[in-house]
T-cell receptor, first 113, second 107 residues
């Protein structure tokens, strides 16, 4: 049982480049989330989705876009990467929002030079 | 407002010591509360949870009691092991995480 799988695991970009992070879950969860983790700041919610075809903004959405075309996949895009977006990105999914725990991927370490 | 305040780290203890990591929350109503653990290079894993007041969550020797009178969900373990070294996060059901507490256990 794979759970939540994130690709890639590592990436280095130059300022201004674009890229897409992929998250896939095989638990048939309706809810999916993208977080960023920075030292001393815990996890901050970027965007989330309550089901296929839906997306919503979280706490720190600026500079990111997301899409949920298929229930099992949640994509996070950076259109024009900036050094401030250097972080570790985590995807998570859950059966429902709030009352059930989240299942996390192993993270993507992204460096913007 | 909606927030989670977690004990700042890092915390360093000797093996077999008693552990407490404090977590308090502010929220409307009585949200479900969770503790997650993150080992190096991995994502967060659920450690334990409590869904209503006075509930006690427990797992792997860790315990936390949902106390509405003090709006707290402190994590405790009676005798820590080196393998417990990790970062611990408190979360409420509003997708709000504490800043994480790094725990290091010395043999």
């Amino acid at each position: 049982n794979a759970g939540v799988t994130q690709t890639p695991k590592f990436r280095v970009l130059k300022t201004g480049q674009s890229m897409t992070l992929l998250c896939a879950q095989d638990m048939n969860h309706e809810y999916m989330y993208w977080y960023r983790q920075d030292p001393g700041m815990g996890l901050r919610l970027i965007h989330y989705s309550v089901g296929e075809g839906t997306t919503a903004k979280g706490e720190v959405p600026d500079g990111y876009n997301v899409s949920r075309l298929k229930k099992q996949n949640f994509l996070l895009g950076l259109e024009s990467a900036a050094p401030s977006q250097t972080s570790v990105y985590f995807c998570a999914s859950s059966y429902s929002r709030g009352r059930t725990p989240q299942h996390f991927g192993d993270g993507t370490r992204l460096s913007i030079l | 407002g909606n927030s989670v305040t977690q004990m700042e780290g890092p915390v360093t203890l000797s093996e077999e010591a008693f552990l407490t990591i404090n977590c308090t929350y502010t929220a409307t109503g009585y949200p479900s509360l969770f503790w997650y653990v993150q080992y190096p290079g991995e994502g967060l894993q659920l450690l334990l949870k409590a869904t209503k007041a006075d509930d006690k969550g427990s797992n792997k020797g860790f315990e936390a009691t949902y106390r509405k009178e003090t709006t707290s969900f402190h994590l405790e373990k009676g005798s820590v092991q080196v393998s417990d070294s990790a970062v611990y996060f408190c979360e409420n059901e509003k997708l709000t995480f504490g800043t994480g507490t790094r725990l290091t256990i010395i043999p």
